[in-house]
């Protein structure tokens, strides 16, 4: 079975400081990988994608994220925060290998404030 | 106007009353997929639908049925609804796609439910 862990419920940054907000996954098989973020009262939006290729991708708004392999992980980044960035961020895993299920394994999410 | 609506928004109702969730799409999606989000705990997926005569039991789907009425309509129901059914549900859609391929899935506003 996949899964995901998010390892920070709340994380508080500066507006203009580094972003970094942590996902490790479990999976058997190569793993698809997602980071969606949450705005206050809205639905969930897709931030960017790992699925093949390239193992660093970059999404929308200056967001990237980087596969490891080795370390299981998929770390999400943002060189300077904006206060436009605080929203609840979630990474997912997709159980899409070999089949073609496409369903989402969803981490617990990551609340994101950003200091003035 | 928004390619995944839900109605209602917002619903508040009574232990044991019956409680049906709508979900709409006018991308032409064939996947659509129920979830539930709680707080700490992300979320986690009730039921999904390939097509019109294709239902699937996600991980959480005791106390849920679902109906899918047509290609654009996806709808839950909490036959006698009770209090730890409280929660945000998101009703979601995806295109069809081959083996090894991601398609991404796009979320509706959410309906928030509250179980007295």
């Known amino acids: 079975a996949q899964s995901v862990t998010q390892l920070g419920s709340h994380v508080s940054v500066s507006e203009g400081a580094l972003v970094l907000l942590r996902c490790n996954y479990s999976s058997s098989v190569p793993p698809y990988l997602f980071w969606y973020v949450q705005y206050p009262n809205q639905g969930l939006q897709l931030l960017l994608k790992y699925t093949t290729g390239a193992t660093l991708v970059k999404g929308i708004n200056g967001f990237e994220a980087e596969f490891k392999k080795s370390e299981t992980s998929f770390h999400l980044t943002k060189p300077s925060a904006h206060m436009s960035d605080a929203a609840e961020y979630f990474c997912a895993v997709s159980d899409n290998y070999g089949g073609a299920t496409n369903k989402l394994i969803f981490g617990t999410g990551t609340l994101l404030a950003v200091q003035p | 106007d928004a390619d995944v609506t839900q109605t209602p928004r917002n619903r508040i109702t009574k232990t044991g009353k019956r409680i049906m969730l709508e979900c709409s799409q006018t991308k032409g999606h064939d996947r659509m997929y129920w979830y539930r989000q709680d707080p700490g705990l992300g979320l986690r997926l009730i039921y999904y639908?390939?097509?019109?005569?294709?239902?699937n039991k996600g991980e959480i789907s005791d106390g849920y049925s679902v109906s899918r009425q047509a290609q654009a309509k996806f709808s839950l129901s909490l036959e006698s609804a009770i209090p730890n059914q409280t929660a945000l549900y998101f009703c979601?859609?995806?295109?069809?796609?081959?083996?090894?391929?991601?398609?991404?899935?796009?979320f509706g506003p959410g309906t928030r439910l509250t179980v007295l």
């Open positions: 979601a859609t995806s295109d069809t796609h081959s083996s090894g391929t991601y398609n991404e899935q796009f």
């Open positions: 639908s390939f097509d019109v005569k294709d239902i």
